[in-house]
């Protein structure tokens, strides 16, 4: 059944309302394996209690959240690290009705849960947490990232962190910092960050190019609340038409050049296009339950959903379409129709080329199999 509330989600059925027509679907029943292959797979009333009274106990949720990271160790075991980015990130969920949890959120205007999701550089989510909707967007952030920092204790790599403003957490510094991670945080200006920067602050002579001037500024600064000073990299960037400059300011520990270090933090803008694939193509933002329990488990399910898809993309895609969105992905691959022919010892799906090409489906199908061959390295992890 955990498979069926995967696979149902990654292919756009969102609800337990669409079980009762899977459940007759050849492709869902070889899918679910076992007595669905030769009956039915499960209807919605099975599906709606497997979710709502069994995944909810405490120790199954538990699982259920850790499950995530324990796939993409999986992946890493097969295709090693050298070395791990995660990016951080709060997001949206509108909900309707008195739905448990749900409060107004003054920043996106709406009444909304407010997850928290954080990825790695190959857009595999590695956690994920559902949280009341009028929470700071940074709030419980130790439960998300302490176990995935857990994890890759065991790695000989290098470690990064990457977050906005809203994760300038005096604790979230030494925390890193202890645990051997490069990190780069957005910082919201103050009067004493302006000053630092105030020679770089004068408009430029002349008549202004078409492409903005932009100047770096790195220095050191300890806010009332940090243990120590630490650096700080400002970006100035003057274009034309505009009266006041763009400033910008990231605490870091990088070592690098200043433009180095605005360039890597800027790539953070990745995990917010990953939560938008997650939100059109998977639809994960359908937590319809009232218990916020039950919601908790269906963002896991979405979570499990997308990194399921996020893996066929990035592991067994060819070059050719590598840059399929997940949406392409779906539409192409997963939900499509084809005709099924039975004999007594196997099931014969015959789909058209008309979307995926024969040579290209059979090469997917070839990597997928290589995936699976391969031998996981000892002490991998």
Request: glycine share 6%; aromatic share 12%; charged share 25%.
């Amino acid at each position: 059944m955990l498979r069926q509330s995967i696979y149902s989600r990654l292919a756009g059925y969102e609800d337990t309302n669409d079980a009762d027509r899977l459940s007759v679907d050849p492709a869902m029943r070889q899918v679910v394996g076992g007595r669905a292959k030769e009956r039915t797979a499960a209807s919605t009333s099975l599906m709606g209690r497997f979710e709502t009274e069994i995944l909810t106990q405490s120790k199954n949720l538990e699982l259920l959240t850790n499950l995530p990271g324990v796939w993409v160790d999986r992946v890493h075991q097969r295709k090693p690290l050298n070395q791990i980015i995660l990016d951080m990130d709060s997001s949206v969920s509108p909900t309707y009705g008195n739905q448990e949890g749900s409060a107004y959120n003054g920043y996106f205007e709406c009444t909304c849960y407010h997850p928290l999701f954080c990825f790695n550089q190959y857009g595999d989510m590695e956690r994920a947490l559902l949280r009341n909707g009028n929470v700071h967007s940074a709030d419980d952030w130790q439960s998300v990232l302490e176990p995935i920092i857990e994890r890759y204790r065991g790695y000989n790599i290098l470690r990064f962190f990457r977050g906005d403003a809203a994760f300038a957490d005096p604790k979230v510094y030494p925390y890193l910092e202890d645990e051997d991670y490069f990190y780069a945080i957005r910082l919201i200006g103050n009067a004493i960050l302006h000053d630092k920067i105030e020679h770089l602050m004068a408009r430029p002579v002349g008549r202004p190019p078409k492409q903005p001037i932009v100047l770096y500024e790195s220095f050191q600064y300890q806010a009332a609340s940090w243990d120590k000073s630490r650096r700080v990299v400002a970006k100035i960037e003057w274009h034309a038409g505009e009266l006041f400059p763009r400033v910008g300011f990231i605490v870091t520990n990088l070592r690098w050049k200043s433009s180095n270090v605005v360039k890597f933090y800027n790539k953070r803008g990745t995990a917010e296009q990953w939560i938008k694939e997650g939100k059109y193509a998977l639809n994960w933002t359908r937590l319809s339950c009232h218990d916020f329990t039950d919601n908790q488990v269906r963002l896991q399910l979405f979570a499990l959903a997308y990194n399921l898809g996020n893996f066929l993309r990035r592991l067994a895609l060819p070059k050719t379409v590598k840059d399929w969105s997940l949406r392409t992905l779906k539409e192409k691959l997963i939900k499509i129709g084809a005709k099924v022919v039975k004999h007594s010892r196997y099931v014969i799906f015959q789909m058209a080329e008309v979307a995926v090409p024969k040579a290209l489906f059979c090469e997917i199908l070839y990597r997928i199999r290589q995936l699976t061959s391969m031998a996981i390295p000892a002490g991998a992890g």
